[in-house]
């Protein structure tokens, strides 16, 4: 049995409490490792290093931090065929979509923002009739905590601490215990890229114990928070009483919206991606599929014969398109959304049923590719999240009709639109409460753009320099000549 453990100061440790927490491979049910059940003890220990490490990893240069994350980001490559599978055990998600997708991603994120910091400016103002000129200078905060998801486990978890170290700041990061995996072999990564003792350390376990302790603390300014909306509430209930600063990017419930004149067969194909991608525990997924209503039949037909065919199975085959949901109790879960839609007087139109996979997956946890449609726009499972292969289908009728069905939930994070008529792309687009709109395409993302979403979908925006921002505090310079 493999032992996970917590990285601090430069060393991987394990709990102070020796105490540890079963990590299950979701496609056989089996536990396969174990991960550090750490508590307030570990995350002072962490806290104390990265305050230690602060004022050198300030003072380095960004040229110098900068190539640092280079290297992390060349050996993320070097391993991709590792992180790969052990994301793919760790996630349940096919292998494949690990190598294309996730482990690429993480060398990105690191590259970019190793190379971004380096271009990073901020402001000058001549006061004209004062002899004044007024300069703005971005400081590092000094230790700041970034907690990420299960979902996309290393591709979200390199999105925040890559800008953060970039800035100068010292880390704290508690990756899901849910996925810890490649954050672990992250750890060992660091340590060979030669990054300085303390500067990033990694806390592994529950959210309640390690997140909590990590949020109240005093030392830690900052928070950048990956995940569900109730529990960004929860931080957010912690950590504004005590001023800190927050980055919450929460869940979402996206519209995909199909007008009758789009590229048919690109939002069809693009639409069976968008809605199943990794098992659909994508936060940008589109959960609700709105079609005009002359190409409705048509496209739900089409759609529900591709989907028929996707292959759900074993992660490690290569022809598997759709894998295991991460956990047991998350594929109760969505279990439990398909019986609700039933009851909301949704029609199954495939799926919706546990899958028993044959060989070493039969005591897996997957979830058929499913189909609803007959639900109205504004019930239940049209306006909560499940985060699972399950998708709605309706019709409507004009343009205003379905920005109210798109704009009826409380979660705003991203939504794509289906159409040729320029005009009319860019008038959705700006009626939409999201933070990101796709047009004919999705999840095309350049790493420059602002991301984050509207309403209970979050607080605050990621990527670009809008992240370099968040991770600095700027202070004004007035200087009569």
């Known amino acids: ?206 959210g309640h114990k390690v997140g909590a302790a990590l949020t109240a603390h005093p030392k830690v300014p900052v928070i950048s928070f990956t995940g569900g909306t109730a529990t960004g509430k929860a931080i957010a209930a912690t950590a504004a009483p005590m001023f800190k600063k927050l980055s919450l990017e929460l869940g979402g419930k996206n519209p995909n919206i199909i007008f009758a004149d789009c590229d048919f067969n690109n939002a069809l194909y693009t639409s069976i991606h968008s809605s199943f991608a990794n098992q659909g525990q994508i936060c940008l997924c589109g959960s609700r599929i709105f079609i005009e209503r002359p190409l409705y039949e048509k496209f739900r037909d089409a759609f529900v014969a591709k989907v028929q065919a996707l292959t759900v199975g074993d992660p490690l085959d290569e022809n598997t398109k759709i894998g295991a949901l991460v956990s047991e109790q998350h594929m109760q879960k969505v279990l439990s959304y398909i019986e609700l839609a039933k009851q909301e007087g949704g029609t199954i139109l495939t799926g919706g049923e546990q899958i028993k996979v044959e060989g ?70 700006h009626q939409l409460h999201v933070g990101v709109v796709w047009v004919n395409t999705w999840l095309l993302r350049d790493l420059r753009t602002p991301f984050g979403g509207m309403k209970n979908s979050g607080v605050g925006r990621e990527g670009g320099f809008e992240t370099l921002r968040f991770f600095t505090e700027p202070q004004n310079v007035c200087v009569k000549l």
């Open 1 to 206: 049995m493999e032992y996970i453990h917590n990285y601090i100061n430069g060393q991987l440790i394990a709990p102070a409490a020796g105490q540890y927490i079963h990590n299950y491979n979701p496609a056989t049910g089996e536990v396969y490792s174990l991960i550090p059940d750490s508590g307030e003890q570990d995350v002072e220990l962490a806290v104390q290093a990265a305050q230690a490490a602060f004022p050198a990893w300030a003072k380095t240069p960004a040229e110098k931090r900068g190539r640092i994350l280079m290297k992390i980001a060349d050996l993320i490559e070097e391993n991709l065929d590792r992180l790969a599978e052990a994301e793919s055990l760790d996630n349940g998600k096919p292998l494949k979509l690990a190598q294309t997708v996730d482990i690429p991603r993480a060398s990105s994120n690191m590259r970019f923002y190793g190379t971004a910091i380096q271009h990073f400016a901020s402001e000058a103002h001549y006061m004209e009739g004062t002899d004044a000129i007024n300069y703005t200078v971005r400081h590092p905060h000094g230790v700041v905590g970034c907690i990420s998801p299960w979902n996309l486990p290393l591709y979200l978890f390199t999105w925040k601490i890559a800008p953060a170290l970039a800035a100068g700041n010292c880390v704290v990061a508690k990756p899901s215990e849910v996925t810890p995996m490649t954050a672990f072999l992250l750890s060992e990564i660091c340590m060979e890229a030669g990054l300085p003792a303390g500067v990033l350390n990694i806390v592994h376990g529950y």
């Open 360 to 429: 070493r997956c039969e005591n897996g946890w997957f979830v058929a590719p499913t189909i609803i449609e007959g639900l109205t726009y504004n019930c239940r499972t049209n306006t909560e999240e499940i985060f699972g292969p399950v998708v709605t289908l309706m019709p409507f009728d004009t343009e205003e009709e379905v920005i109210l069905y798109a704009n009826c939930t409380d979660y705003g994070l991203s939504a794509t639109v289906w159409t040729q008529n320029l005009q009319r792309a860019h008038r959705v687009s």
